[in-house]
């Protein structure tokens, strides 16, 4: 199932030309009930789901609006059924290879995979969970996460899950909101040459969400217990396509971490087209993303099984024992699409590697690349020094959506530094502040149609306001009472600086929000405040994160301290340890920087927007000083952003 053989397949029953990828992208986003029906017919859901897809566009989208798309109102459906479809008497081979930082390796074969997940499904039955109830997990990226997962779906649980690198308290903010009912977690992990010992963090996260009735420990007795019997056949439950399959989490940047609810249905055929159309993958793939369970790349790595692909998961570093790492296992493992970073890439190139000549890296077809832009230069380090001819897709898209809104496309041709083309199926378009669609000029990333994966609503936001307001609740200047036209209808602004250029390409430019985003892992700087301005000698802090050249990333923390206080070594190394301990080492600053003053709006909040552009230097940058309680701070700012060394 190729991207071509779909367009052919869309052609044949529309009786239309698709062989331009302009013209099937054109299709996609104008015929959206059309589009999705093909969709869904191509990869034969009705085999799937509970009752076969009604005739009508109703019966794939309701309703358009936005925020409150209704997408498959009548299908039963479940994500589980999917993957499992793959795994037939006959497959021979792995579904899910796993490795820890030792390259210690553990395989799942496909003939294994349904009789694992029937086991931990009947494990929680057997506890009491049902259709509805929250599982959460606090894992490394281990092949039990993935079963544990798939278990919980299949009985219509819903999924969430967080890294171990987050404190207890960490963790805590974003799944004890969830209220969940049963916790996987893992004795540790090894990361950067030591081992990391969870097991007094599980216990202490455990005690933090009060409604657990059953804790499940990987690696140990309990998880021992919970596979014990595969003798059993998985009956996934068909559930409603809106049914939450899992929760992700916003970063945290303007408060509490928000939970982000995706349905089964709008994940699947998402999914499929994402997996199966533009990478390419099928039974024959090897799918490596190298991520981690608090990042939604993770549950992208899954859906490399609805598309039948061997999925590779691995638990440590990326640049231990040195930035060659990730090269070996994608020649130990004969990748074929190899997911990763800009950070890793870089490291790669400054460490002198030649991967091309060094590994065998024969199998590999695909590099994929997210987390933040790739820059230019990187392409061609990669042409030069991994293979000539190999496509790189660098993609853009979201927790939100948990998908890509643009990136490469499999056979369409590469521009350094651009992301290929505007996904299937996703109306992206590059406004200006008026709302004005621009081509080749600079705007905000915004989406006018609905998609199947956007989220079905954020948790404990029963009238919808949050996700509103996360996503829609923009004030165009062409919405004032003076314009000529107003929007019709709200539009999914995603806060990103964008080009689409005239040959349908996007260039990224940055983040237009303060979302931290650092070696692909998003935070938020709320978390790191409540830590800081907890420690005495600490008035305010202010933490931002500031795209460089060549991927490089700068995340320094100004603060103002309380009187006759001093940024002495100690307090630093305090303050880092506490960042540390109570959230995780991602999140410790590069550098802490005592400031003349915290810049503020005069309702009180930080300027974390505008001062991160003025640290990069960026010319566009128009702060009117009226709406700023301190003006004079922002030229003190610009003195720090140019006295920085990349």
Not at 40 to 59: I, T
Not at 65 to 84: Q, R
Request: net charge negative; glycine share 10%.
């Amino acid at each position: 199932m190729t991207i071509n053989e779909f367009a052919t397949f869309v052609g044949e029953r529309t009786g239309r030309d698709f062989t331009s990828y302009d013209a099937l992208y054109d299709y996609s986003v104008t015929d959206l009930p059309g589009f999705w029906r093909a969709v869904w017919d191509y990869f034969a859901l009705d085999a799937l789901a509970a009752e076969p897809l009604a005739d009508g566009d109703a019966a794939v989208l309701a309703t358009a609006a936005m925020p409150g798309a209704i997408w498959f109102p009548d299908v039963h459906i479940n994500y589980v059924d999917a993957v499992l479809r793959h795994a037939t008497p006959d497959r021979d081979g792995a579904a899910i290879v796993g490795l820890d930082e030792e390259l210690r390796r553990t395989e799942i074969s496909w003939r294994e995979l349904p009789g694992l997940v029937a086991a931990v499904a009947a494990t929680l039955t057997d506890a009491g969970i049902g259709e509805g109830d929250v599982v959460a997990a606090y894992l490394p990226n281990i092949p039990e996460a993935v079963i544990a997962f798939l278990a919980t779906a299949s009985i219509g649980a819903i999924w969430s899950g967080c890294g171990q690198d987050y404190a207890p308290a960490g963790a805590a903010s974003r799944l004890a909101q969830l209220a969940p009912k049963a916790l996987f977690s893992s004795a540790g992990y090894r990361f950067n040459g030591t081992d990391v010992d969870k097991r007094a963090d599980s216990a202490d996260l455990a005690d933090l969400l009060d409604e657990l009735v059953v804790h499940i420990q990987c690696g140990a007795e309990s998880w021992d217990r919970a596979v014990a019997d595969t003798s059993r056949t998985p009956v996934p439950v068909p559930v409603a396509a809106d049914h939450p399959l899992w929760v992700l989490f916003s970063s945290g940047t303007t408060g509490r971490p928000k939970g982000i609810v995706h349905g089964h249905a709008g994940v699947v055929v998402e999914h499929l087209k994402e997996t199966a159309l533009h990478s390419g993958l099928d039974a024959d793939s090897v799918f490596f993303w190298h991520t981690a369970l608090s990042w939604m790349m993770w549950n992208f790595q899954v859906a490399g099984l609805l598309a039948g692909a061997q999925i590779v998961v691995y638990g440590g570093s990326p640049l231990y024992p040195d930035a060659d790492r990730l090269w070996q296992i994608v020649a130990d493992e004969h990748v074929t699409y190899f997911g990763t970073s800009p950070g890793q890439l870089n490291a790669s190139r400054k460490a002198g590697l030649v991967p091309g000549r060094d590994h065998d890296l024969s199998a590999l077809r695909t590099l994929g690349s997210t987390g933040s832009t790739l820059p230019a230069d990187l392409f061609g380090w990669v042409s030069h020094n991994v293979d000539a001819d190999l496509p790189i897709s660098s993609i853009s898209g979201g927790t939100d959506i948990v998908s890509a809104f643009a990136g490469g496309s499999d056979g369409e041709p590469v521009v350094a530094g651009e992301l290929t083309v505007r996904h299937l199926g996703v109306a992206l378009e590059s406004w200006s502040p008026e709302a004005r669609p621009l081509i080749g000029e600079v705007g905000e990333l915004v989406v006018t149609k609905p998609m199947p994966s956007m989220p079905v609503g954020f948790w404990n936001d029963d009238d919808g306001a949050r996700y509103r307001a996360a996503y829609f609740d923009h004030q165009w200047e062409s919405d004032s009472p003076r314009a000529r036209r107003r929007v019709d209808g709200p539009v999914w602004r995603h806060g990103d600086w964008v080009t689409v250029t005239d040959r349908g390409s996007v260039i990224i430019h940055g983040r237009s929000d303060a979302t931290l985003n650092r070696h692909g892992i998003r935070m938020g700087s709320a978390d790191i405040y409540e830590v800081v301005e907890g420690i005495d000698e600490i008035a305010e802090a202010f933490v931002l994160g500031v795209d460089g050249p060549d991927g490089a990333y700068w995340m320094p923390m100004f603060v103002t301290l309380v009187p006759a206080a001093e940024l002495t070594d100690e307090l630093s190394a305090r303050v880092a340890a506490e960042i540390r301990t109570r959230l995780s080492p991602r999140h410790v600053p590069d550098e802490i920087v005592v400031a003349l003053g915290i810049p503020h709006t005069r309702t009180g909040k930080k300027l974390e927007v505008p001062i991160t552009a003025v640290l990069a230097g960026r010319s566009e940058v128009n702060i009117d000083p009226r709406s700023v309680d301190d003006p004079g701070l922002i030229d003190w700012y610009r003195e720090q952003g140019a006295a920085h060394r990349w």
